[in-house]
């Protein structure tokens, strides 16, 4: 990805954030990123496009972000890192958490979210199963996957709209992890 693909992808997230998706308007990304709509059109085709691919981008840079700083420690840091990750007070992380929220809740009313988010879905379910085969857990790992991480997203819908504090909704995260960890006979 391009340094200005970067850019274009992270406008989105913000004026998703801001302005929701059906809100979204590619001139107001473009606006945003300091770019042409052309460019814009260009790089993603069309607001489906950019919708998908600010899917991935979110995901992504979520993901990297989280693995790089539990780079050395345990197998248990490492996918407490990823998990809790999603959860701090960070202004891109709550952009990216509001951004992701939106587009899930949009892919009820729009079909053409649904594969894009199935697909990333897929991915992050897969960061999580690896995670999980990494610590040792045993049984289902893409089961435990999926529960956890529907459980993020619960907590961060309830973060986001001020119901849970930032600690509170760590805490809840990681009591669930360990509970699910050793119920599948690995103790932490």
């Given at each position: 990805?391009?340094?200005?693909?970067d850019?274009?992808?992270?406008?989105?997230?913000r004026?998703?954030?801001?302005?929701?998706?059906?809100?979204?308007?590619v001139?107001?990304?473009?606006?945003?990123?300091?770019?042409?709509?052309?460019?814009?059109?260009?790089?993603?085709?069309?607001?489906?496009g950019?919708?998908?691919a600010?899917?991935d981008?979110i995901?992504?840079?979520?993901?990297?972000?989280?693995?790089?700083?539990?780079?050395?420690?345990?197998?248990?840091?490492?996918?407490?890192?990823?998990?809790?990750g999603?959860?701090?007070d960070?202004?891109?992380i709550?952009?990216?958490?509001?951004?992701?929220?939106?587009?899930?809740?949009t892919?009820?009313?729009?079909?053409?979210?649904?594969?894009?988010?199935?697909?990333?879905?897929?991915?992050?379910?897969?960061?999580?199963?690896?995670?999980l085969?990494?610590?040792?857990?045993?049984?289902?790992?893409?089961?435990?996957?999926?529960?956890?991480?529907?459980?993020?997203?619960g907590?961060?819908?309830r973060?986001?709209?001020?119901?849970?504090?930032?600690?509170?909704?760590?805490?809840?995260?990681?009591?669930?992890?360990?509970?699910?960890i050793?119920?599948?006979?690995?103790?932490?």
């Amino acid at each position: 990805m391009t340094p200005r693909q970067d850019a274009i992808l992270q406008a989105a997230a913000r004026c998703i954030a801001r302005q929701g998706v059906r809100g979204l308007r590619v001139h107001d990304v473009a606006a945003e990123a300091d770019v042409s709509t052309s460019l814009l059109y260009y790089h993603f085709t069309d607001r489906e496009g950019l919708l998908a691919a600010t899917l991935d981008h979110i995901n992504d840079v979520s993901a990297d972000h989280r693995l790089a700083r539990a780079a050395g420690e345990t197998a248990l840091d490492r996918l407490e890192a990823l998990l809790l990750g999603e959860i701090r007070d960070d202004d891109d992380i709550r952009t990216g958490s509001i951004a992701w929220n939106e587009l899930r809740a949009t892919a009820v009313f729009e079909a053409g979210l649904r594969e894009p988010l199935a697909h990333t879905t897929a991915t992050w379910n897969s960061r999580v199963r690896a995670a999980l085969d990494d610590v040792g857990a045993s049984g289902d790992t893409d089961h435990l996957a999926t529960i956890l991480t529907a459980l993020i997203e619960g907590v961060s819908g309830r973060w986001l709209g001020g119901e849970l504090s930032t600690d509170h909704a760590r805490t809840l995260i990681r009591t669930a992890i360990h509970h699910l960890i050793t119920a599948t006979g690995k103790s932490t």
